[in-house]
């Protein structure tokens, strides 16, 4: 497979969640208003049921539309690119029901954290920064650095698929 070129400074990202996710619980200062805290719990409980919260698009580079291209600079969207085309990652849309979706995730969460990943969804969702255990913060961290993985392969292949 032809090795792809970080166009944006990741190794491993997902669109709209901040790089300190990858090592635990962001604080108030990456998840700065109440809709990137709700953004972050939904992609944490998309991470935690295993589901992709990302959609891959892949255009020429030439003529990807420039709106497109700032608006995944501004929000943090991963691309990935060869000279000729660029792959990007975009939030999947939010749920029409996020309250739903967290009770799955809470559901699907180790027996021993559910409650406390419970508190903490919910809090998000909520748009509140809340606090986390160490277990908690790691588990997040751990989904979301799996589910940045297989976005990460998912644009590889897309953009290769393309070429």
Sequence with gaps: ??????LHRFR????????SALKGLPGAVDLPTPERRR???VMVAWALLGEASFEVEVCNRAE?????QLRALEEGW?????PTRVSLMRPRAMPADP??????????ADAALRAEVGEVLR???????????????SRFAEVIREAARVGYLAAEEALSLAA
């Design 12 to 19: 491993l990202a997902l669109p709209s969640v901040p790089e």
């Design 123 to 137: 809090a998000l969702m909520a748009g509140v920064v809340p606090s986390a255990s160490v277990a908690v913060a």
């Design 64 to 68: 990807c539309p420039a709106l497109v």
């Design 78 to 82: 991963p691309l990935i690119g060869t």
């Design 39 to 41: 953004r972050y719990g």
């Design 99 to 108: 309250g739903e979706l967290v009770e799955r995730a809470v559901l699907a």
């Design 1 to 6: 497979m032809k090795r792809t070129l970080p």
